[in-house]
DNA sequence: ACCTGAACACCGTTCAAGT
DNA sequence: ACCTGAACACCGTTCAAGT
């Protein structure tokens, strides 16, 4: 028997699925559950597919989660920046984590794969946005990666430390600093002293707070 | 038959290992291979002992990782802080960055079970000395516990980042801005512009410089 | 008391065979 | 061209049975 001819032309069975419909519905598997409980089995399950038939989609699970990234980054709308350098870093900056914040896992991926050779070109402006206004404000290019830098480490330590504190998703005690109860007075006496009041602290969002901070720091000062 | 009856007077059949021993192999298996790649089965091979006998020492994977963890912090030479508040967080986030920065592992597994209620009592030093500077530099309890938690995402950043660059475990170019070479001029204009000096400039560890920054961002200005 | 193999309930991925 | 079940090489953990 020859292969069969489809109507348009192309010769062969039928694809069941596309690429377009396994994205959409990783996303749809992670945004309902979390990203650490997505398998590829119950993805081609969700689809109605044999899991083995995503291998011919996508190259395997990590290059799948990197198309998704890259497609909800460009979903994201693009906010206008203020003219300060420092505003816009800052601006620029709480972009990144906010984008972040709803899906940590994004953070995991990147930081799992070295970041940015794999980011689309549209995904990057927030790099540039940084970089660009440190210059702006006075920075050698060396001075401008080097605060980007920072400002990246801080950015995906918060990110991290909060998406893993245990089911506490959006705001709160990240830090989870439930002391025993046996502290030693003698050997941490301010930790002692703060006892208790540390979840309360704990449970504010300090992220804007730190990371002026930070960029106040590390651009030449201008007052 | 009787139970057989140890020359100790207790009962039972022999154990063939301790908990000190099973520590023992697995921080020698984490330091030989990464602590990703450390298996029950694994370790149970290098004891030369039944995988499930291990269950018997400790509860879980997770409990054995943070038996490991205590231990080697217990280990670690505490070092002399300077006088000054500021120069004195500096060196106890530098310290406790020295210390995740050749384990990197323990800050995946800190940051995976909400930190600090399940370090013991001597390993909490550094939080101690950071939050009693912060308070000698003038500022308030919550004040103290917000630049602890700022200090403590920016070291976890750069440690995550660093550990998961790909093989460059000690220095360099973490970030692996290797940028498609078909970066967009019209929208990554300064990305373009410093191009391949990008890895040269993320070579540096520039670790100290962004921590004094922060810290100097968030202590009450006291020149 | 302590040890252990078999078993359970999973993974991601490959590959030969089917349509 | 595309799909798929079986299979491979793993995981962490439980549990009944052995000594």
């Known amino acids: 028997?020859?292969?069969?001819?489809?109507?348009n032309g192309r010769t062969g069975r039928p694809p069941v699925t596309s690429r377009a419909e396994i994205l959409a519905a990783a996303r749809r598997l992670?945004?309902?559950?979390?990203?650490?409980?997505?398998?590829?089995?119950?993805?081609?399950?969700?689809?109605?597919?044999?899991?083995?038939?995503?291998?011919?989609?996508?190259?395997?699970?990590?290059?799948?989660l990197l198309l998704v990234l890259n497609e909800y980054a460009g979903q994201l709308p693009r906010p206008e920046l203020p003219a300060g350098p420092q505003d816009r870093i800052v601006a620029a900056a709480t972009f990144l984590h906010d984008a972040f914040a709803?899906?940590?896992?994004?953070?995991?991926?990147?930081?799992?794969?070295?970041?940015?050779?794999l980011l689309d070109d549209a995904a990057l402006w927030p790099v540039e946005a940084i970089v660009a206004a440190a210059i702006d404000a006075g920075c050698t290019?060396?001075?401008?990666?080097?605060?980007?830098?920072?400002?990246?480490?801080?950015?995906v330590g918060e990110i991290l430390v909060r998406a893993r504190s245990p089911h506490r998703p959006v705001t709160g005690a990240e830090l989870h600093?439930?002391?025993?109860?046996?502290?030693?007075?003698?050997?941490?006496?301010?930790l002692t002293a703060i006892?208790?009041?540390?979840?309360?602290?704990?449970?504010?969002?300090?992220?804007?707070?730190?990371?002026?901070?930070?960029?106040?720091?590390l651009l030449p000062s201008s007052t």
């Open 1 to 7: 028997m020859p292969p069969s001819k489809a109507p």
């Open 30 to 64: 992670i945004d309902q559950d979390s990203w650490e409980r997505l398998t590829v089995r119950k993805l081609a399950a969700e689809l109605g597919i044999g899991t083995t038939t995503l291998y011919h989609h996508v190259r395997d699970k990590e290059d799948l």
């Open 102 to 117: 709803t899906w940590p896992w994004a953070v995991e991926v990147l930081t799992a794969d070295g970041f940015v050779g």
């Open 141 to 155: 290019q060396q001075q401008a990666v080097v605060a980007f830098r920072s400002i990246w480490y801080y950015t």
């Open 177 to 190: 600093f439930d002391f025993p109860a046996n502290l030693d007075p003698a050997k941490t006496p301010h």
């Open 195 to 217: 006892g208790r009041d540390w979840k309360t602290y704990a449970a504010a969002d300090t992220y804007p707070h730190g990371l002026r901070a930070l960029v106040s720091g």
